[in-house]
């Protein structure tokens, strides 16, 4: 803390400040914050988890498979021996090809790596326990469309390099200098044609906007020009009779832009999205490339992260939940499990009595709000069945061989899901990550193990900061349920309007003063945040420390709280809110984030939330007038 700031005047500041100041960003790190120095601990655990399987057979076929594919992902040797070989059946493949209809077959085969658009399985948006097919817009290689299509000098400048870099790496290649350049001139033009054609991040936050089930036939007249027979037999859907297109104006120009480009032009842009996609499992001189642009030009870290952290982050990648099995013995009892649930009940609770005490909802919605709230399945820690990875082949000296194993065996564990019931018991993160999520579709929260560890979720500490912190993380996914996407799915996880138009109006109202209110917050340069495009976080955010706030006064009702070095039980619940969010950024990352993450930058997170809190104006005294308390306070939930 820094209590030489007035928390009343800057609360971040205030809560942050000492922190800030002795935790330097590593060279390594494009940011560094509480979570991530969490990831570092697990990190170690994992290393070390990792370590001892690649050293010793005790006959564990789990343990076995994760240790070979992180021993063979340490063998830089191999790997450089091995130098272009592993790319070379693929060059060939696209090197030959003789026509623009057998584009088709090569996109197949890089299915892992979404060429040109992302084939997969998904719920159906209205009929959330089936399982379909669906196609969606991708195919680009900064991360996201507004990278190609902004006209400021910064966005000119970072073309510029993306250019170089992929001339660099077609260099890499075998390619000379003048075909290098007139390649990477090739993949900007397709790619920027994909872009102007993709929907904007803020259409995708309208899943009504991303459903458009589709015959076959249908998907042929939208694009011709691509020969879907021969990519859904080569895929491995040969069968498909229907799909959900989430962007068919995407899949139109997409047809449009092989019409209009030419055969070597298409060559260019699958040799770069090979190369791409591969680099950071080859050799020494295209690892370093890769970082130079994607790590250090794009997100400002000044060094790559040590062989070993990587090697970790695969296998997590690829084996997580192999990996995760082990880490959960080790780093999850069984005790923190049931205070985390009973905590994630506390705070359903506390949802539970705002809904009904809300002023502005008529009676019929509030039904359809409680029985979303009762359905919401609470996951703590790691699925209840584990993901059988035996099908999976990892050999201790094929890096790259082992990548493409775990690639092809996840996109045909997502293919085989197709025209089957959902598996409802299924998660997205890995234990070991530091992270938490509400799927809409699915109705369900998910906590990892990994964030659920001190100083986050601290059993040693008092309830107060532990509340502030986990308690409003749980509350922000809850929340998720009812942000402005998540109040459009139902108990089922279907897309429904549950909604009287009355009421949906006054959510508008509430949810626009939250979009006001985060697009006055200037973040760098003169770029503000994107109130719309961020607000279903802002929107969890401020919920979940309000319902946090709820449980915890509940819980200790009972009991006597005095103040702890100098700050009363509500400063503590406050500020261990705000710590959770303690952290540096480099400013080409918070420039990134702008553009790519629906979050917040951690500042506004913190500062942005207790000014629409009576409750926190009440714990610090603060006067009417000052910087943390606004006047108009906004409030959804
Ligand atoms: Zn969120």
Redesign the pocket.
């Known amino acids: 803390m820094d209590r030489s700031v007035d928390p009343c005047t800057d609360f971040y500041a205030y809560s942050c400040g000492q922190w800030r100041k002795k935790n330097p960003i590593p060279a390594d790190e494009a940011s560094w914050g509480v979570t991530d120095k969490l990831q570092d601990d697990n990190l170690a655990v994992l290393r070390e988890i990792l370590e001892q399987a690649a050293a010793s057979a005790d006959g564990n076929p789990v343990r076995q498979k994760i240790g070979d594919f992180y021993a063979a992902c340490m063998d830089e040797k191999a790997i450089e021996v091995a130098g272009l070989a592993p790319l070379k059946a693929d060059l060939d493949r696209i090197e030959g090809l003789r026509d623009k209809r057998d584009l088709a077959d090569v996109a197949a085969r890089m299915i892992y790596t979404a060429v040109l658009f992302d084939f997969h399985s998904a719920q159906d948006y209205k009929n959330s326990s089936q399982v379909i097919a669906e196609i969606d817009q991708d195919g680009l290689s900064l991360p996201d469309r507004d990278f190609y299509l902004l006209q400021d000098p910064k966005s000119q400048r970072l073309r510029h390099a993306y250019r170089a870099h992929m001339a660099k790496m077609f260099m890499l290649l075998g390619d000379s200098p003048q075909a290098a350049a007139h390649e990477a001139h090739n993949v900007m033009r397709i790619e920027t044609a994909l872009a102007k054609a993709s929907l904007s991040r803020l259409d995708r936050r309208h899943p009504e906007k991303l459903y458009h089930p589709m015959s076959r036939a249908q998907l042929r007249q939208l694009s011709p020009s691509f020969d879907w027979e021969r990519y859904f037999g080569a895929a491995g859907a040969p069968g498909l009779t229907s799909l959900n297109v989430t962007a068919p104006g995407f899949f139109k120009a997409l047809g449009a832009e092989l019409d209009r480009g030419n055969l070597q032009g298409w060559k260019s842009y699958l040799r770069w999205h090979l190369v791409h996609a591969d680099a950071t499992h080859l050799s020494k001189a295209f690892v370093d490339a890769d970082f130079d642009f994607y790590g250090k030009t794009l997100q400002g870290a000044q060094e790559i992260q040590p062989r070993w952290k990587r090697c970790v982050n695969e296998t997590d990648i690829g084996l997580g939940e192999a990996l995760g099995q082990i880490y959960v013995e080790r780093a999850f009892s069984p005790q923190a499990k049931e205070r985390a649930l009973k905590m994630v009940q506390q705070i359903e609770e506390a949802m539970q009595e705002d809904i009904e005490s809300l002023p502005w909802m008529a009676d019929e919605t509030k039904r359809e709000a409680l029985a979303k709230l009762h359905a919401v399945a609470n996951k703590i820690g790691y699925p209840d069945k584990w993901r059988d990875y035996s099908a999976v082949k990892i050999l201790r000296d094929d890096e790259m061989g082992n990548v493409l194993q775990v690639r092809a065996f996840e996109f045909h564990r997502q293919l085989a899901k197709i025209g089957k019931p959902l598996d409802r018991g299924e998660w997205t993160m890995t234990p070991p990550t530091v992270n938490a999520?509400?799927d809409a579709q699915m109705n369900d929260i998910n906590f990892p193990a990994g964030i659920l560890q001190p100083p986050l979720f601290d059993p040693e500490s008092d309830d107060a900061p532990n509340y502030g912190d986990t308690g409003s993380t749980i509350g922000?996914?809850l929340t998720?349920g009812f942000d402005d996407e998540g109040r459009k799915f139902d108990a089922q996880g279907n897309l429904r309007d549950w909604w009287t138009p009355q009421d949906a109006k006054e959510f508008q109202k509430r949810a626009g003063c939250l979009a006001d209110q985060y697009s006055q917050y200037t973040v760098i340069d003169r770029l503000k945040i994107d109130g719309k495009v961020t607000l279903?976080?802002n929107v969890?955010d401020l919920a979940g420390l309000r319902l946090a706030y709820a449980a915890w006064k509940k819980q200790t009702q009972a009991q006597k709280l005095g103040p702890i070095e100098d700050l009363t039980p509500e400063q503590r619940f406050f500020v261990g809110y705000a710590q959770s969010w303690c952290s540096n950024t480099r400013d080409e990352t918070k420039r990134l984030r702008l553009m790519a993450d629906p979050?917040s930058p951690e500042e506004f997170r913190a500062n942005g939330v207790v000014s629409d809190m009576a409750e926190f104006q009440q714990a610090f005294r603060c006067k009417t007038g000052t910087p943390m308390v606004r006047k108009d306070v906004c409030r959804v939930w």
């Open positions: 999520y509400y922000h996914e998720h279903g976080e969890a979050h």
